[in-house]
């Protein structure tokens, strides 16, 4: 089992992450870590604070010579606004004159978590619910994604809507009809999406979004959107039907929605499916080229809680940013009189570092999914375990079914 934990909170000192579980002998590519946590900083709306910190993530234990090391992987990741909140944010007692927050915001973790925490300051819940918590968890799962690149599995995103601006051809229908480029992988998408400043595929759309993006600006307000991510190269066979919790799509499901903000997630044509006959919704099984596949893969790659062999294709929707700069209506909790919710600098849209930290989930689950599977304490020992996994797989059906 692999597994992390991140700490640190958004205007403290810096995010840390413990990473354990990966096989030693992985190569770790420290640029390929902090391409990953600059994307993670992109697109248009973001507020004021991606202009101060540039991400990376200094690695202080195990790897050694470039290599892991089988023991745990820490690593850091300054915040460089620290040193703007170093009275606000002390480790030791309070300073005179700072304030406390009062008013909560609708749609933050602020009321909720006063509420549960038995806080008297609305600072103590922003901090750690901040998204800022993110730049920790890509970070952790980049290892994931390097680990997960040995065995040719590739993961991308792309932005498909913001503030239900979609565009005219949308590139989801050619995963669901199976209808790919040659040679597609994951990542291909993420090459495109990253040359736009929304992480749109299609250049009208584009346009057409900032415009939007800029009118919730001049209005004070902002904006949520949908994405995709996708994952090529997943060997059949990763999860269960056995078991609730360990079924693929669940536990992308749960990774998916537990980025900040997501409020829906669906795999593969998800909700249009319930509207659609079954000879419609269901893909048919063919063998191409000696082996079993199908011709459609409206399924996501997952059937039955087990990955197909096929792309997993997961949507998600985040909401729009809870931080209004013409805010709505709230209570001041030391007076308990009705008043408008606090304003706190924040993005306007973060629908694009959103697409890229559900790569970074999604390839967590995967990467936790297939160690399961394939095991291993070297590097060497999960790729012939994996090797003797997948060569023999036709085969054996073959073999099951002539006798
Ligand atoms: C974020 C850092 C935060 C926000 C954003 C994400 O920085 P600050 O609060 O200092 O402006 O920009 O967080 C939120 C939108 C949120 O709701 O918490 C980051 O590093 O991604």
Not at 37 to 55: A, N, V
Not at 195 to 211: A, M, T
Not at 243 to 264: F, G, R, T
Not at 273 to 280: H, I, M, P
Request: charged residues 25%.
């Amino acid at each position: 089992m692999i597994r992390f934990l991140t700490a640190g909170e958004s205007h403290g000192k810096a995010l840390t992450t413990i990473v354990e579980g990966f096989p030693s002998n992985l190569k770790i590519d420290i640029d390929f870590l902090n391409l990953q946590m600059k994307r993670r900083q992109s697109g248009y709306g973001r507020g004021l604070r991606m202009k101060i910190e540039t991400d990376t993530a200094e690695i202080l234990s195990g790897v050694r010579f470039g290599k892991t090391l089988g023991s745990p992987v820490s690593m850091l990741i300054k915040n460089k606004d620290w040193d703007n909140w170093l009275d606000k944010m002390r480790i030791e007692s309070k300073s005179a004159g700072i304030e406390k927050i009062t008013i909560p915001r609708p749609g933050h973790a602020d009321l909720v978590g006063i509420s549960k925490y038995n806080f008297d300051d609305i600072r103590n819940s922003i901090e750690r619910s901040s998204a800022r918590e993110t730049a920790a968890r890509v970070a952790a799962a980049s290892i994931a994604r390097i680990f997960l690149a040995q065995f040719g599995i590739s993961i991308g995103s792309f932005v498909e809507s913001i503030g239900g601006v979609y565009p005219d051809n949308n590139f989801a229908e050619n995963l669901f009809n199976n209808d790919l480029p040659k040679n597609f992988v994951g990542w291909n998408l993420s090459e495109k999406a990253d040359k736009s400043d929304v992480r749109v595929l299609e250049l009208k759309q584009e346009k057409k979004i900032i415009d939007k993006i800029k009118l919730a600006k001049k209005k004070g307000d902002t904006l949520g959107g949908t994405f995709y991510a996708v994952a090529t190269g997943v060997p059949v066979g990763l999860g269960t039907f056995v078991h609730y919790d360990k079924k693929l799509d669940a536990e992308i499901a749960q990774s998916i929605m537990s980025i900040n903000a997501v409020k829906a997630v669906s795999i593969g044509t998800g909700f249009q499916s319930a509207e659609k006959f079954g000879s419609e919704s269901h893909d048919e099984i063919i063998l191409k080229n000696g082996i079993l596949t199908r011709k459609t893969n409206r399924a996501g790659g997952i059937e039955g809680g087990i990955s197909t062999g096929l792309p997993i294709i997961v949507r998600g929707a985040m909401k729009p940013i809870a931080t209004l700069m013409s805010p709505i209506e709230s209570v001041e909790l030391k007076t308990m009189r009705k008043i408008d919710a606090r304003r706190e600098r924040s993005d306007f849209v973060a629908v694009p570092a959103c697409a890229v930290i559900s790569e970074s989930m999604l390839a967590w689950t995967l990467a936790e999914f297939f160690i399961v599977k394939f095991g291993g304490d070297s590097i060497e020992e999960t790729k012939d375990n994996f090797n003797n996994y997948t060569k023999k797989l036709y085969s054996r059906i073959k073999k099951n079914f002539s006798k």
